[in-house]
């Protein structure tokens, strides 16, 4: 596809998610009411995405007595919460290569909790019939280069051939695939969001959209949030913000962000489905350090995201990066050479999400302040499932209790910081540049295992 092809397939798409392109989205919650602001509350929770959201859940079904808020700065899932892919891995390290190499005589025992946490999740939309698509269908790896074939395994049960991962799925670029089942699920993540809010609130907690949380304060005996529609109090504090400016400064360097770029396609006619044989709802993502993922919704639209990850100098946050005309195009072409079958169809939505990146590619945890204030940050993707485990973990650790998930060296172990600007920035860009080179030859590269060797990284 040439850029002029890729223009016109992009002509007409609106800049929205697809996920919050509904009527059916929720009317805002008002904001924290100044007149409220004389009671001490029991735990109040910042970010009303995906962590904050079971954040507030788990903690009343906890304790169904204990006083809980949730400030959200905007909208709930305005942000990654609502612009993501929709895929829920059961993966708590980013995947089993991460977890392995960094933490690899716990990396059974994390496997373990993430699916149990998958199964989790599972249950509660059941139990509370949150209708967000929930479909269990797993997920293919699908090697697009000679060289990544071996990552997949061939000699191990489940490995799939060229002519075997093509019945699945009929790509002329895919050399051969694993599918996994029972470890993934795909979703609507914004009904998913808005359901766990409905749910929250039905266990008894409020909910206040549009309260942005300027700076914390600890007290003797509380921690005061000062937001611009007054004063709020808490006991105990969960911090859910992530890819946000972080509240404690011991985390501004900590993260980065780094914005995705997704599309969505028109809804597929029932013979555009047969020509590419797409027929169970496997989610899909490729094998490359710039890999694209990519699903059914639905309405039998593609969904078609990931191979740029684009940094901003100066750890930029801003409403501009999110139209990035040269992404778009990259993967309105990349979807061509995927599904030639599909050429000429036309994309109805593009958008961009800011993703919480940390150099070892999975959340981290913590909790200060005499356990008063705790933190779960740095998902760098994936985090659809396993906010709920850092949700988890941040109420653990607030309690002070020795628990399976706060016993792991993954729990307990920090990342190495980002360095200040302009090195940073020269060092995401070396990285990228290595990255893409190791995609094209299968190689790694001088720079590449040096930070190998550091346990550092950059990904998406």
Same mark, same amino acid.
């Given at each position: 596809?040439?850029?002029?092809?890729?223009?016109?397939?992009?002509?007409?798409?609106?800049?929205?998610?697809?996920?919050?392109?509904?009527?059916?989205?929720?009317?805002?919650?008002?904001? $924290?009411?100044?007149?409220?602001?004389?009671?001490?509350?029991?735990?109040? #929770?910042?970010?009303?995405?995906?962590?904050?959201?079971?954040?507030?859940?788990?903690?009343?079904?906890?304790?169904?007595?204990?006083?809980?808020?949730?400030?959200? *700065?905007?909208?709930?899932?305005?942000?990654?919460?609502?612009?993501?892919?929709?895929?829920?891995?059961?993966?708590?390290?980013?995947?089993?290569?991460?977890?392995?190499?960094?933490?690899?005589?716990?990396?059974?025992?994390?496997?373990? #909790?993430?699916?149990?946490?998958?199964?989790?999740?599972?249950?509660?939309?059941?139990? =509370?019939?949150?209708?967000?698509?929930?479909?269990?269908?797993?997920?293919?790896?699908?090697?697009?280069?000679? =060289?990544?074939?071996?990552?997949?395994?061939?000699? %191990?049960?489940?490995?799939?051939?060229?002519?075997?991962?093509?019945?699945?799925?009929?790509?002329?670029? !895919?050399?051969?695939?694993?599918?996994?089942?029972?470890?993934?699920?795909?979703?609507?993540?914004?009904?998913?969001?808005?359901?766990?809010?409905?749910?929250?609130?039905?266990?008894?907690?409020?909910?206040?959209?549009?309260?942005?949380? *300027?700076?914390?304060?600890? =007290?003797?005996?509380?921690?005061?949030?000062?937001?611009?529609? *007054?004063?709020?109090?808490?006991?105990?504090?969960?911090?859910?913000?992530?890819?946000?400016?972080?509240?404690?400064?011991?985390?501004?360097?900590?993260?980065?962000?780094? !914005?995705? !770029?997704?599309?969505?396609?028109?809804?597929?006619?029932?013979?555009?489905?047969?020509?590419? /044989?797409?027929?169970?709802?496997?989610?899909?993502?490729?094998?490359?350090?710039?890999? =694209?993922?990519?699903?059914?919704?639905?309405?039998?639209?593609?969904?078609?995201?990931?191979?740029?990850?684009?940094?901003? !100098?100066?750890?930029?946050?801003? %409403?501009?990066?999110?139209?990035?005309?040269?992404?778009?195009?990259?993967?309105?072409?990349?979807?061509?050479?995927?599904?030639?079958?599909?050429?000429?169809?036309?994309?109805?939505? &593009? $958008?961009?999400?800011?993703?919480?990146?940390?150099?070892?590619?999975?959340?981290?945890? /913590?909790?200060?302040?005499?356990? &008063?204030?705790?933190?779960?940050?740095?998902?760098?993707?994936?985090?659809?499932?396993?906010?709920?485990?850092?949700?988890?973990?941040?109420?653990?650790?607030?309690?002070?209790?020795?628990?399976?998930?706060?016993?792991?060296?993954?729990?307990?172990?920090?990342?190495?910081?980002?360095?200040?600007?302009?090195?940073?920035?020269?060092?995401?860009?070396?990285?990228?540049?290595?990255?893409?080179?190791?995609?094209?030859? *299968?190689?790694?590269?001088?720079?590449?295992?040096?930070?190998?060797?550091? /346990?550092?990284?950059?990904?998406?």
């Amino acid at each position: 596809m040439r850029p002029t092809d890729a223009g016109a397939a992009l002509a007409g798409s609106v800049l929205r998610p697809l996920w919050l392109d509904t009527p059916d989205r929720p009317e805002p919650r008002p904001p $924290w009411s100044a007149a409220d602001a004389d009671r001490v509350r029991g735990l109040v #929770i910042v970010g009303g995405g995906f962590t904050g959201l079971w954040a507030a859940v788990r903690a009343k079904e906890r304790d169904p007595s204990r006083d809980v808020v949730l400030l959200e *700065g905007e909208r709930i899932a305005e942000h990654a919460t609502g612009r993501n892919g929709g895929f829920c891995e059961a993966s708590l390290t980013h995947g089993e290569a991460n977890g392995r190499e960094r933490w690899p005589e716990e990396h059974d025992a994390i496997q373990a #909790i993430g699916v149990r946490n998958l199964d989790e999740i599972a249950a509660t939309i059941e139990r =509370h019939g949150i209708d967000c698509g929930f479909d269990r269908s797993g997920v293919l790896s699908v090697a697009t280069r000679p =060289h990544e074939v071996a990552g997949l395994e061939p000699d %191990v049960e489940g490995f799939l051939d060229a002519d075997a991962v093509r019945r699945v799925v009929a790509s002329p670029t !895919y050399l051969a695939g694993r599918v996994s089942r029972d470890d993934c699920a795909t979703l609507d993540p914004a009904r998913l969001a808005w359901g766990l809010a409905r749910v929250a609130e039905s266990l008894g907690v409020r909910i206040a959209e549009h309260t942005l949380v *300027g700076d914390l304060v600890q =007290h003797r005996d509380h921690v005061s949030l000062a937001t611009v529609h *007054g004063e709020v109090r808490a006991e105990q504090v969960v911090l859910a913000t992530n890819v946000f400016r972080p509240l404690l400064k011991r985390l501004r360097l900590s993260i980065v962000p780094v !914005y995705d !770029y997704v599309l969505a396609t028109e809804p597929l006619t029932p013979d555009q489905v047969a020509a590419i /044989g797409w027929t169970d709802r496997v989610g899909i993502s490729d094998s490359g350090n710039q890999f =694209h993922y990519y699903r059914l919704t639905s309405d039998d639209r593609v969904l078609f995201g990931g191979y740029d990850a684009i940094y901003h !100098y100066g750890r930029s946050l801003d %409403v501009a990066h999110e139209d990035r005309t040269e992404s778009f195009e990259t993967l309105a072409r990349h979807f061509v050479e995927t599904f030639p079958q599909l050429e000429g169809v036309r994309f109805t939505h &593009r $958008w961009a999400g800011a993703i919480d990146t940390c150099t070892r590619f999975c959340a981290f945890f /913590g909790v200060t302040r005499g356990r &008063r204030i705790a933190y779960a940050t740095g998902f760098t993707g994936l985090g659809v499932g396993a906010s709920r485990f850092g949700a988890d973990v941040m109420l653990d650790l607030l309690a002070g209790e020795s628990t399976e998930r706060t016993r792991l060296r993954m729990v307990r172990e920090k990342p190495l910081p980002f360095p200040p600007e302009p090195i940073a920035w020269i060092g995401i860009q070396l990285t990228r540049w290595s990255l893409g080179r190791e995609d094209a030859t *299968g190689r790694r590269n001088l720079w590449l295992r040096l930070l190998d060797r550091l /346990g550092l990284g950059f990904d998406s």
